[in-house]
């Protein structure tokens, strides 16, 4: 069985904030790459600005182009995650990026 290589040591506390980046290339298990921004609040948050701070999320993917070396690597196609939760919800945004080799 495989292992995926995530890890959980990435972890900068914030303000009111706990957040970790993580890219992941799994190769092998699936035929499209993944970047996942991923935000937990403490505080409680309205539906709304969860799905504000999930398009946050997904931009910071984009403007800190955080996918160009698994272009570079390796070519095709790419989900990209932003997440956010607090204590009771949870929202997500998701863009593909389609590739041709």
């Known amino acids: 069985m495989k292992r995926l290589p ?3 040591e990435d972890y900068i506390n914030a303000q009111d904030s706990v957040y970790v980046d993580k890219t992941l290339l799994i190769k092998d298990i699936i035929d499209y790459d993944i970047v996942i921004e ?3 609040y403490k505080n409680s948050l309205s539906a709304s600005r969860l799905d504000g701070y999930a398009e946050k999320a997904l931009a910071q993917i984009k403007n800190n ?3 160009t070396e698994l272009l570079r690597r390796n070519p095709r196609t790419i989900l990209l995650y932003g997440f956010v939760f607090d204590d009771r919800k949870f929202s997500a945004k998701k863009e593909i990026i389609e590739h041709d080799a």
Do not use: R
Request: proline fraction near 0%; aromatic fraction near 22%.
């Open 65 to 67: 182009l955080y996918y």
């Open 38 to 40: 991923i935000k937990k």
């Open 6 to 8: 995530i890890g959980v």
